[in-house]
């Protein structure tokens, strides 16, 4: 079955660059089709989209934050690592990959892993 | 920021009917199928449906969804207690270089 993971640090302080990791089972990013996108959660508020990855290399951003986000993956680790540039206290969120799906029933992130909760304070 | 527009808050008693509505746009909803996400209290959100009104293996037919135009929304019919939770619509959204958009969220409350 298909399983994600998030890693990475629960602190950061401002202007750091945040590095989390998606480490994933059951699927390829090598696969046609497939992709990983990170999503995130402010505590007590929505979910935000933040990226996706596709098994061909190609990548979307939220136009928000493009600038600040940068997405590759490592086929041979099964990981998909997002990086996130010049934190800032209003990041603090939990921070969550999926498994991305496209077929006959359109696009949706089918699973998700737990979270990982990101604190950016000095 | 969310592009999908829902009401903050819904609730019924148990057995009741709960309707959620999700208000788009014609790049999103109205281009494209609609995802609806179940969050329960300290937990990763889950696919509740797809499609616009395809049920996964394992939820309830208590749940449907459904879409007209540019907005959409679900259904929980004989609601319970265990779903009580928050509710995410969300979608592709053709503009820009393409980006996928969440709803506001709806908070579900069983009285």
């Known amino acids: 079955q298909i399983t994600l993971k998030e890693s990475g640090p629960t602190l950061v302080k401002p202007t750091q660059t945040l590095t989390l990791t998606c480490t994933f089972s059951?699927?390829?990013?090598?696969?046609?089709?497939?992709?990983v996108g990170w999503i995130r959660q402010p505590p007590g508020k929505a979910l935000e989209w933040l990226a996706l990855?596709?098994?061909?290399?190609?990548?979307r951003y939220s136009p928000s934050l493009k600038s600040r986000l940068t997405i590759t993956k490592d086929t041979s680790k099964n990981q998909v690592v997002l990086t996130m540039t010049n934190m800032d206290p209003v990041d603090t969120a939990t921070y969550y990959c999926?498994?991305?799906?496209?077929?006959?029933?359109?696009?949706?992130?089918?699973?998700w892993g737990q979270g990982t909760l990101v604190t950016v304070s000095s | 920021q969310s592009v999908l527009t829902q009401p903050p808050s819904a609730s019924g008693t148990p057995g009741q009917r709960v309707i959620i509505s999700c208000s788009g746009s014609?790049?999103?909803?109205?281009?494209?199928?609609v995802n609806w996400y179940q969050q329960l209290p300290g937990t990763a959100p889950k696919l509740l449906i797809y499609g616009n009104n395809q049920r996964p293996s394992g939820v309830p037919d208590r749940f449907s969804g459904s879409k007209s135009g540019t907005s959409a929304s679900l259904a929980i019919s004989g609601l319970q207690s265990e779903d009580e939770a928050d509710y995410y619509c969300a979608a592709w959204d053709d503009s820009l270089n393409g980006l996928f958009v969440f709803g506001t969220g709806t908070k579900v409350t069983v009285l």
């Open positions: 990855l596709y098994w061909n290399d190609d990548k």
């Open positions: 059951g699927f390829s990013l090598i696969t046609s089709g497939v992709g």
């Open positions: 014609s790049s999103n909803i109205g281009s494209n199928t």
């Open positions: 999926a498994h991305r799906l496209y077929d006959s029933g359109g696009f949706r992130f089918d699973f």
